[in-house]
């Protein structure tokens, strides 16, 4: 374990680093006081690889009035677009024949026809704990706004961001990809990504990428 508590943001799909970085951890907190703002990125993004490259799935969001202040708890979707079907058209199109895509495909779509769902941290954690429970990962994960404590190893926008993160204890493992052979290997992608290729054997790749 690298730290006994790691705190991170909300995440949409969150990355392959995300998850690695999640289980280098005894337990995960994901932050949900976090601050709204404009490098605010993992929460309403991700990464896949389709047949033209990497493709960003953004989840609009309806942003604060008059540039208030808003945790991102209280984020709310925006149906601007029609998100989730052009979403779930991407998915399928990238990994529609990939090994393990039928699998979760049902539940997955489930979540994303579900309109009930309003909330950018819960339509998150939605997708999280049906990817904990497919891949049968081994995270203590828990959601908090609260205080935490000055030893928890803070990771909030700083692990599965736009841009490259910095941090020394994940490294990146190749691992193949459905359009590898078109455009090489890719890291950093979504966990989907990883998930759609290798299903549960996923977590040996994960753990692979935990520096010792």
């Known amino acids: 374990m690298i730290s006994r508590e790691g ?9 392959v680093r995300y998850y690695a ?5 005894e337990r995960a907190v994901i932050n949900t006081g976090e601050r709204y703002h404009k490098t605010y990125w993992s929460g309403h993004h991700c990464r896949i690889i389709g047949a ?4 960003t799935l953004t989840i ?3 942003k604060p009035v008059g540039g208030s202040v808003i945790a991102s708890n209280d984020l709310l979707i925006s149906e601007h677009g029609d998100w989730r079907r052009v979403h779930w058209g991407a998915l399928f199109s990238a990994y529609g024949k990939s090994p393990f895509f039928d699998y979760i495909a049902d539940d ?3 979540i994303y026809d579900n309109h009930d769902i309003t909330r950018l941290v819960e339509f998150n954690e939605a997708v999280h704990n049906l990817i904990v429970d497919f891949l049968d990962l081994p995270l203590s994960v828990t959601q908090s706004e609260s205080a935490f404590s000055a030893d928890s190893l803070d990771l909030c926008g700083k692990v ?3 841009h490259s993160d910095n941090i020394t204890f994940i490294k990146d493992v190749p691992y193949w990809q459905v359009w590898r052979d078109r ?6 992608m979504s966990i989907l990504d990883l998930l759609m290729t290798h299903g549960r054997e996923s977590i040996l790749i994960l753990n692979q990428m935990i520096a010792e």
């Open 7 to 15: 705190i991170f943001s909300s995440a949409y799909a969150g990355s």
């Open 21 to 25: 970085a999640m289980l280098a951890c």
């Open 52 to 55: 033209n490259g990497v493709q």
């Open 60 to 62: 609009p969001v309806l």
């Open 108 to 110: 997955l779509r489930a």
């Open 160 to 162: 599965g961001s736009k």
């Open 183 to 188: 455009y090489g290997f890719i890291p950093d």
